[in-house]
C-alpha cells in the first residue's frame, strides 16, 4: 500500500480529529458607546468594580482605556486610576461572551446577554452528561493493510490480556469492521503524566517496540489527542479529511 498524501506531523496543529472548543470559560463584557462616529467597543470591568451586578453597570457612564472599564456614577475612582482612562463613554449593554479555544487558537464563540444563558451555552457545547466520550467511525482507507490485519489478529484473540499500551481492539463482525477503545485520553504530555507518568513519547516508543504498525500509531495518537475514546475503522464508511489515505 502506499499512501495518497502526506500524514499530519504528529504535533500538527491541524488535526482532523479536533471538533468543539478547549477550555470554554465566560468573560463579563461591557457594550460602551461613545463619540457619534466611532462604532461601539467592548471591555471588562476594571476589578475593582467587579463585584458590581448588571444593573449598576448598564446605562451607566463610564471612563474606559484599551483594557478595562470603570463607572464613573455614584462610584469612587483613585486617581492613579483615572488618570489611567482617557476616554467616556456609555455603558449600553452588560455582555457574557463565551470565549474558548479550538487547535491552540482563541476564539470568541458567541454572546449572551445574562449570565444563566451563558452558562447554559457552555454546558451544552461541553456536552457535560458524566458519561460522555467521543466515538468516531472513519474507513479503513486509513490503515496500511499491516495495521489492519494487525488490529484484527488482536480483535480475534479473545484470550488476550490487556497489553497496556493504552488502546484495546475489538471487532465488529457484522460489518467487516475493528474498533479501538482508547484509553487515557487525551494523550497530551500533562495527562499521560498524571496516569502513566511518562510523556506522550515515551509512550509512543512503548507502542512500537510492541509492534504495533507504525501507521496505526499515528492515527491512534491524533485521534487520542482530540479526546475520541472509540475509534471504528469499517472499510463502508467515509474516509476523513485531512487523514492519510491508503491505497492498494
Not at 477550555?23 to 462604532?39: A, F, G, K, Q, V
Not at 449593554?93 to 454572546?111: K, P, Q, T
Not at 517496540?209 to 501507521?215: F, I, L, Q
Request: aromatic letters at 8%; proline letters at 6%; hydrophobic letters at 40%.
Amino acid at each position: 500500500m502506499n499512501p495518497t498524501h502526506q500524514a499530519p506531523a504528529l504535533l500538527t496543529a491541524s488535526n482532523p480529529f479536533a471538533r468543539g472548543y478547549d477550555h470554554l470559560h465566560i468573560e463579563r463584557l461591557l457594550l460602551i458607546t461613545y463619540e457619534n462616529t466611532c462604532p461601539p467597543c467592548f471591555r471588562p470591568v476594571h476589578d475593582s468594580q467587579a463585584h458590581l451586578p448588571d444593573d449598576e453597570l448598564q446605562l451607566f457612564p463610564c471612563l474606559f482605556n484599551d483594557d478595562f472599564a470603570l463607572i464613573s456614577e455614584g462610584q469612587s475612582i483613585p486617581e492613579e486610576l483615572d488618570e489611567r482612562c482617557p476616554s467616556t463613554g456609555l455603558v449600553r449593554h452588560v455582555i457574557y461572551a463565551v470565549m474558548g479555544e479550538m487547535l491552540n487558537e482563541r476564539h470568541h464563540v458567541g454572546d449572551l446577554y445574562s449570565l444563566e444563558e451563558a452558562q447554559a451555552m457552555v454546558h451544552r457545547l461541553r456536552f457535560e452528561t458524566g458519561h460522555y466520550s467521543r466515538a468516531w467511525e472513519i474507513s479503513t482507507a486509513h490503515l496500511t493493510e499491516e495495521a489492519l490485519r494487525y488490529l484484527e489478529r488482536r480483535a480475534d484473540n479473545f484470550d488476550s490480556r490487556p497489553t497496556g499500551l493504552l488502546f484495546e481492539p475489538f471487532a465488529l463482525t457484522d460489518c467487516n469492521g475493528v474498533g479501538c477503545k482508547l484509553i487515557g485520553t487525551p494523550w497530551t504530555d500533562d495527562n499521560l503524566v498524571k496516569i502513566e507518568d511518562c510523556p506522550y513519547s515515551s509512550l509512543r516508543q512503548e507502542q512500537l517496540d510492541a509492534g504495533t504498525p507504525e501507521a496505526l500509531v499515528n492515527v491512534l495518537y491524533l485521534a487520542a489527542l482530540a479526546g475520541v475514546r472509540l475509534l471504528i475503522f469499517d472499510p463502508d464508511a467515509n474516509v476523513l479529511d485531512g487523514l492519510t489515505i491508503f491505497d492498494e
